[in-house]
Antibody
Framework: EVQLVESGGGLVKPGGSLRLSCAASGFTFSSYSMNWVRQAPGKGLEWVSSISSSSSYIYYADSVKGRFTISRDNAKNSLYLQMNSLRAEDTAVYYC?????????????WGQGTLVTVSS | AIRMTQSPSSLSASTGDRVTITCRASQGISSYLAWYQQKPGKAPKLLIYAASTLQSGVPSRFSGSGSGTDFTLTISCLQSEDFATYYCQQYYSYPYSFGQGTKLEIK
């Protein structure tokens, strides 16, 4: 069974940093592109970042470019999101999501999400 | 960046109704479009990809159509478990983008 489990969320002050993790199981993690998607309280979905299976290709939303860094460790079946210079508008539930194949871009499996709150 | 616009933003319907949600892209995206269902407090669930391909395990009352800039999600006979928020997503080019969502409520 495919499972994605996020962790690392919490309360952080503006300007602070946080590192999110996503632990994957039930599939060959190293063969799949992965993404982070966030959802502010009561709002819609916002794509944040994407990383290819071998980390060769990385993309970011303009809203996080230069502040967030996506990475992965295929040996540990884990995806990460390093978030620096956090702002109040980064407050959201952060989901990791899998892309089913290199020719796809839809997200077929999602984690349960981890809440990041940026507040003084 | 490609902007995705859904309509309506909210919709009231009854069990057994047929409903259609529309998604329009600000530029052509071929068939690189997905639809998701999200219930409160839960992660989104993939319903349809490539504009019209039903994800495994999704009931056949869900269907998608369209290409280019205009797309639709149709639920042919609403069931109680279908009341949720629906999002479209383009994956034609980065940055990927979602529509603002359509909340389907019980009339």
């Amino acid at each position: 069974e495919v499972q994605l489990v996020e962790s690392g969320g919490g309360l952080v002050k503006p300007g602070g940093s946080l590192r999110l993790s996503c632990a994957a199981s039930g599939f060959t993690f190293s063969s799949y592109s992965m993404n982070w998607v966030r959802q502010a309280p009561g709002k819609g979905l916002e794509w944040v970042s994407s990383i290819s299976s071998s980390s060769s290709y990385i993309y970011y939303a303009d809203s996080v470019k230069g502040r967030f860094t996506i990475s992965r460790d295929n040996a540990k079946n884990s995806l990460y999101l390093q978030m620096n210079s956090l702002r109040a508008e980064d407050t959201a539930v952060y989901y990791c999501a899998r892309v089913p194949s290199d020719s796809a871009g839809e997200f077929d499996y999602w984690g349960q999400g981890t809440l990041v709150t940026v507040s003084s | 960046a490609i902007r995705m616009t859904q309509s309506p933003s909210s919709l009231s319907a009854s069990t057994g109704d047929r409903v259609t949600i529309t998604c329009r892209a600000s530029q052509g995206i071929s068939s690189y479009l997905a639809w998701y269902q999200q219930k409160p407090g839960k992660a989104p669930k993939l319903l349809i990809y490539a504009a019209s391909t039903l994800q495994s395990g999704v009931p056949s009352r869900f269907s998608g159509s369209g290409s280019g800039t205009d797309f639709t999600l149709t639920i042919s006979c609403l069931q109680s478990e279908d009341f949720a928020t629906y999002y479209c997503q383009q994956y034609y080019s980065y940055p990927y983008s979602f529509g603002q969502g359509t909340k389907l409520e019980i009339k």
